[in-house]
C-alpha cells in the first residue's frame, strides 16, 4: 500500500465529457479500518444526477467497502457524506433509503418460497394492501421495461428475472441514487442490452447511478464516468468513453496484464481425451436441475467451454463428470477410452482426470486446513506417495505445498497458512494449481476465474491454454463470455440442463450464444444465418 | 458502548490451548458463588471437592476406576464429534455393551475358561457397536436426526436392562433383590495394582488413547475424519463417502463404549444392576469437549470429570451437599468449555457506538 505514489488524494481526473448534472451525493475523505488493514483510505467520490458512475476496481480494492458506507450498512471511521449540499450522517439502510438512495444487490437476497409480490412487500415499510402492491408492481416494472408477474413464486423464476424483482423492489422506493453490484454477471447479452435500456431511461429522468461491474467494454459502453480503486484508494477518474477497455484494465491493477498468446489448436483432429455420450441425471433436489442426454467430446490438445447462465445445470454437470455423482451407466463418462460412469472421483483421478469446481472454499478446498493438508485433499489417491499405507506423509505435503507456492505465484502472509486466509485469486491460483501439477491428461475446471482480479485471471487462462496445447483435454464451465472467447476452441452453452453441441469459437457470436442461453435454439439458428433477431 | 466478536482470519493456536483453562477457571470462580449462595464457606468448599480427593491412595484408584469410561467413552465421541455426527447415545451403547457382555457369566454360569473375560470384552464391544449402528442405520439410510435417535436409544437399553435384572436375570440366590448373579472368578476384570481398585478399564483407556491419537494426526482416516466434519462437500469432493465416515464413527464410539460397560460391570460392579453408570455415557460429552476432541486433551478431561464425581460425593459427606451439585459443576463445566471455545475464532473488543446499530456487511 505505502508503495504507491500517485496522489490519490483526489484522484487525478482525465479530460473527457463536461458533467453537468447537480452534485448529488459527494463523499469526502472516506476512510474505513478493518483491523490492520485500510480498506478505504481518504477516498473521495462525486455522484450527480442523470449519470452512470462506474466504480472499477479489482477484488479487494475497495469497492464494497464504500458502497456499503454509501449505503449506510458500514460506518466509516472517518470523511464525510453529503447529500444534495447537506453533510448527512448514514446510518442504517433504513436511513439511506429515507434519503433516496436504492441497492441492487450482487446476491439476492429473495425468499425462494415466496411470491414477487410477497418479497417486495417484505421491503417496503409499513402496512400495505398486497392488491395494491401488486398493481403497482405491474404498472412501474412495465413502465421501465422490465415486466414482472406479481403473483409469481420466486423459485420458479429465472435469474435474470430475480434480478428485476430487486430492481423493480428498489424502483419502488422512488430512489434518486440506485447503487447496482455486478448486475449484469448474471444476464444474457440480450437481458444486458435491456437492462441497460432502463438504466438510460432513469438516468433521463434524473437518477443517479453508481454502477459497479468487472466487465469493461460495458463500462465503456453505457458509463458516463468512471472512478477507480486501487488498495483502498481513488487513483483516478475518467470518462470511459475516451479509454480502451485495456487502458482501463491497466488503471485497475497498476500494470500492464499480459495479453494472453492463444496458437490456433492444432490437434482438433486429436482424440477423444475426455468423452460424455448421452448423459442423463435426474434432478437431485428442490433447487437442483436435471440434465438431460447430454453429449460432449473434447479432444486432446483443445480447450472446449461451456457457456450459460448460473443455474442451468453448471454444477450438476461437474458432479457427473468429476464423479462426485455417479452416473447410471459406465459408458456415460469416457476418459481416454475407459468407462469411468459408475466409478468414484479418485478412480477418475488415477485415470488421468483433475477437477477444478467453482466453490474454493468449502468445495475445492477444507477452510480450516492448511494448504499441505488441502493437497493432500485431492492427492492422496493419486499415486503422488502423500499416503503410505495408511499413513499421512506431511512432509511431502509441505514440500509440494512449496513448490506450488512458487510454481504458480501463490502469495501468502506466512508459509502454509489455513485455506480460508488466503484471497480469493491466491486460492484460485492454489486450487488450480495444485491440480495442474499432476499434469492431467483431462481437466474439468468449473468458474476458473469467478471472483479473481485481472492479474490472476490472465495468468490462470494462459495456464489452461498452455494445459491443452501440451496435448491435454481441457473443459472451461464458464458465465464469463470475454473469458470464453479469449481461451476457447470450441464452444457448446447449457440451458435448462441441456447442452447445445459444440461449434468452433470462430464461428460463434456473442448474439447467437446468448439465444442459445436463453434455450431458442431455434432462432439461434436464424441468428447464425446473419437474420438476426432481438430475443424475446 | 457494546461488545463486537471479531471473526479472526484463522484459528487461534494460543486460545486453542487456552480456552479449557478459561472455562475451568471460569467453573471454579462460578462455583465459589454457588458455595457462597448454599451458606458455605467457598474456599472449604473447593477444597473439600477439588483437593481432598487427591490425598489418599485410596481415592487416587477411586478416581482411576471412574476416569477410565469417561476416557473410553470420550475419545470415541471425539471422533464422533469431529465428523459431525452427533452421537449423544454413548450411555445407551455403554448399557448395551455391558448386557452382551454379561451374556457369558449370566447365562452360561457353568463355562468357567479364561477365554470367558477376553470372550466377554469382545462382545461388550459388539454390543455397543451394534447399537450404535441403529441411529447410524436410521441417519444414512432416512436422514433421520441422530441426535434424537441415539438419545432416545439410551432409555430403551436403561429400560432394558432394568427389565432384565428383574426379570429374566434375576440372581436365582438374590433374596428377589434387582440384581442379576454374581459373576465367577474367570469373568472379573482383575485389578492392575495391588494398592488398590483401579482394574484394567484403566489400561483399555490409555491404550485407545495413545491409538485414537495416532488415527487422528497421522493416518489418512483420522484426516478423512476430520474433513468431513469441516467441509462435507469437500469430503466427497476428495472422495471420502459421508455415509461410510457416519457408520464408522458410530461403530467406533458404540465399540468404546460397549467397551466402558462391560469394563465397569467384570471390573467394579462384578454383577449387573438395573443402573449400569452414574451417567458416564452423558458425561463423556463434556470430557470430549474439554478435551478438545483431542485424545490427549480427553485423558486430562476424563480425569478432571472423574473428579467431579468424586468431588460430589466428598461433598455430600463432608458438607452435607445434594448429589446434584456433580450435575450443576459438569454442566456449568460444559457451558463454559462451549462459550470459550468461541474465542478461538473470534476476538471480543469493546466498541463504543454513537446512534444506530450497524448491520454486518456481506
Not at chain 1, 128 to 139: E, F
Not at chain 1, 508 to 530: F, V
Request: some cysteine; glycine content about 10%.
Amino acid at each position: 500500500m505505502g508503495r504507491d505514489t500517485e496522489s490519490s488524494k483526489s484522484g487525478e481526473t482525465a479530460a473527457g465529457r463536461l458533467r453537468t448534472g447537480d452534485l448529488l451525493l459527494q463523499a469526502h475523505g472516506i476512510t474505513k479500518r478493518f483491523g490492520d488493514i485500510l480498506a478505504n483510505d481518504k477516498v473521495s467520490i462525486d455522484l450527480r444526477a442523470g449519470e452512470i458512475h462506474a466504480l472499477l476496481g479489482e477484488n479487494g480494492a475497495g469497492k464494497s467497502t464504500l458502497v456499503k458506507i454509501l449505503y449506510g450498512a458500514l460506518e466509516p471511521n472517518g470523511g464525510t457524506l453529503s447529500w444534495n449540499g447537506q453533510q448527512v450522517a448514514i446510518s442504517s439502510p433504513a436511513e439511506a433509503r429515507k434519503l433516496g438512495i436504492g441497492m441492487v444487490f450482487q446476491h439476492f437476497s429473495l425468499f425462494e418460497a415466496l411470491t414477487v409480490t410477497e418479497n417486495i412487500a417484505l421491503a417496503l415499510p409499513g402496512r400495505l394492501s398486497l392488491r395494491d402492491l401488486a398493481d403497482k408492481i405491474r404498472r412501474v416494472s412495465a413502465d421501465y421495461g422490465l415486466p414482472l408477474d406479481p403473483g409469481a413464486i420466486v423459485a420458479d423464476l429465472p435469474v435474470g428475472i430475480r434480478q428485476r424483482i430487486e430492481i423493480v423492489r428498489c424502483l419502488l422506493q422512488e430512489p434518486k441514487l440506485i447503487i447496482m453490484d455486478e448486475p449484469t454477471s448474471v444476464l444474457t447479452p440480450q437481458e444486458s442490452d435491456q437492462l441497460f435500456e432502463t438504466l438510460k431511461r432513469l438516468t433521463d429522468e434524473g437518477c443517479a447511478i453508481l454502477y459497479i461491474s468487472h466487465r469493461l467494454e460495458e463500462v465503456q459502453r453505457i458509463c458516463h464516468h468512471a472512478t477507480i480503486m486501487r488498495h483502498g484508494k481513488v487513483v483516478m477518474e475518467c470518462d470511459p468513453a475516451l479509454e480502451t477497455p485495456a487502458s482501463l484494465a491497466r488503471m485497475m491493477v497498476g500494470a500492464d496484464i499480459k495479453d494472453i498468446t492463444r496458437e490456433a489448436s492444432s490437434a482438433t483432429e486429436g482424440e477423444d481425451r475426455l468423452a460424455i455420450v448421452d448423459l442423463s441425471a435426474p434432478a437431485d433436489g428442490p433447487f437442483s436441475v436435471p440434465l438431460k442426454s447430454i453429449h460432449l467430446q473434447v479432444k486432446a490438445g483443445e480447450v472446449v467451454a461451456i457457456a450459460g447462465i448460473a443455474g442451468n445445470g453448471q454444477g450438476e454437470l461437474f458432479d457427473v463428470i468429476s464423479g462426485e455423482r455417479l452416473s447410471d451407466r459406465a459408458d456415460a463418462v469416457l476418459i481416454d477410452g475407459a468407462p469411468v460412469g459408475r466409478k468414484g472421483i479418485n478412480a477418475r483421478r488415477r485415470a488421468g482426470a483433475a477437477y477444478v469446481p467453482e466453490e474454493r472454499l468449502g468445495h475445492g478446498a477444507v477452510p480450516g486446513l492448511k494448504l499441505s493438508e488441502n493437497i493432500i485433499l485431492t492427492r492422496h489417491a493419486t499415486r503422488d506417495g502423500l499416503v503410505l499405507s495408511g499413513f499421512l506423509d506431511r512432509g511431502k505435503a509441505e514440500e509440494l505445498e512449496k513448490k506450488l507456492k512458487a510454481d504458480f505465484d501463490v502469495r501468502m502472509s506466512h508459509d502454509n497458512p489455513e485455506a480460508r486466509s488466503l484471497s480469493g485469486g491466491n486460492l484460485q491460483k492454489f486450487v488450480v494449481g495444485r491440480e495442474l501439477d499432476r499434469n492431467p491428461g483431462v481437466l474439468v475446471i468449473n468458474q476458473p476465474t469467478w471472483g479473481v482480479d485481472a492479474g490472476a485471471a490472465a495468468s490462470i487462462r494462459q495456464q489452461l491454454i498452455d494445459l491443452a496445447r501440451a496435448g491435454s483435454a481441457v473443459l472451461v464451465i464458464s458465465q464469463d463470455l470475454d473469458e470464453i472467447f479469449e481461451i476457447a476452441d470450441r464452444i457448446a452453452v447449457i440451458s435448462r440442463g441441456e447442452l447445445s453441441a459444440a461449434e468452433a469459437a470462430e464461428k460463434m457470436t456473442r448474439e447467437r450464444i446468448g439465444l442459445l442461453m436463453g434455450g431458442h435454439a431455434g432462432e439461434a439458428g436464424k441468428a447464425a444465418e446473419g437474420r438476426a433477431t432481438h430475443a424475446a | 458502548m457494546r461488545l463486537e466478536l471479531q471473526k479472526r482470519p484463522e484459528r487461534s493456536a494460543l486460545y486453542a490451548l487456552l480456552s479449557p483453562f478459561i472455562a475451568i477457571a471460569l467453573t471454579v470462580a462460578f462455583g465459589a458463588v454457588l458455595f457462597a449462595f448454599l451458606g458455605k464457606d467457598p474456599v472449604e468448599a473447593l477444597y473439600v471437592y477439588f483437593i481432598s480427593p487427591l490425598t489418599s491412595t485410596w481415592s487416587l484408584h477411586e478416581l482411576a476406576v471412574k476416569a477410565a469410561p469417561l476416557i473410553l467413552i470420550g475419545v470415541g465421541l471425539s471422533v464422533c464429534y469431529l465428523s459431525s455426527n452427533w452421537n449423544i447415545g454413548a450411555e445407551g451403547q455403554l448399557v448395551m455393551g455391558a448386557i452382551v457382555g454379561s451374556t457369558l457369566p449370566i447365562v452360561f454360569p457353568d463355562f468357567q475358561s479364561p477365554v470367558v473375560l477376553p470372550l466377554m470384552m469382545i462382545m461388550g464391544m459388539a454390543g455397543g457397536a451394534a447399537y450404535g449402528a441403529i441411529p447410524a442405520f436410521l441417519k444414512t439410510r432416512f436422514g433421520t436426526n441422530e441426535i434424537l435417535t441415539s438419545l432416545m436409544l439410551v432409555y430403551v437399553a436403561q429400560l432394558f436392562v432394568d427389565w432384565l435384572v428383574r426379570g429374566p436375570w434375576r440372581n436365582p440366590e438374590g433374596f428377589n433383590f434387582p440384581e442379576s448373579r454374581t459373576f465367577h472368578d474367570y469373568a472379573i476384570l482383575p485389578e492392575v495394582l495391588a494398592s488398590g481398585r483401579t482394574h484394567y478399564g484403566a489400561v483399555f483407556a490409555l491404550v485407545a488413547v495413545v491409538a485414537l491419537a495416532i488415527l487422528l494426526s497421522r493416518t489418512l482416516k483420522g484426516f478423512e475424519i476430520r474433513i468431513a466434519g469441516q467441509a462435507p462437500r469437500a469430503g466427497r469432493f476428495g472422495g471420502f463417502s459421508a455415509s461410510r465416515m457416519t457408520f464408522f464413527a458410530f461403530l467406533l464410539s458404540g465399540a468404546l463404549a460397549g467397551l466402558a460397560g462391560i469394563s465397569e460391570v467384570s471390573g467394579a460392579v462384578q454383577q449387573l444392576r438395573p443402573v449400569v453408570s452414574p451417567g458416564y455415557g452423558f458425561t463423556a460429552i463434556i470430557v470430549a469437549f474439554l478435551g478438545r476432541l483431542n485424545p490427549i486433551g480427553v485423558l486430562f478431561a476424563g480425569l478432571l470429570l472423574g473428579l467431579s464425581y468424586l468431588g460430589g460425593e466428598e461433598a455430600q459427606i463432608v458438607l452435607g451437599l445434594s448429589d446434584k451439585i456433580t450435575r450443576v459443576f459438569q454442566g456449568m463445566l460444559l457451558f463454559f468449555v462451549l462459550a470459550c471455545d468461541t474465542l478461538i475464532l473470534y476476538r471480543i473488543r469493546l466498541v463504543r457506538t454513537r446512534g444506530a446499530v450497524a448491520v454486518a456487511g456481506e
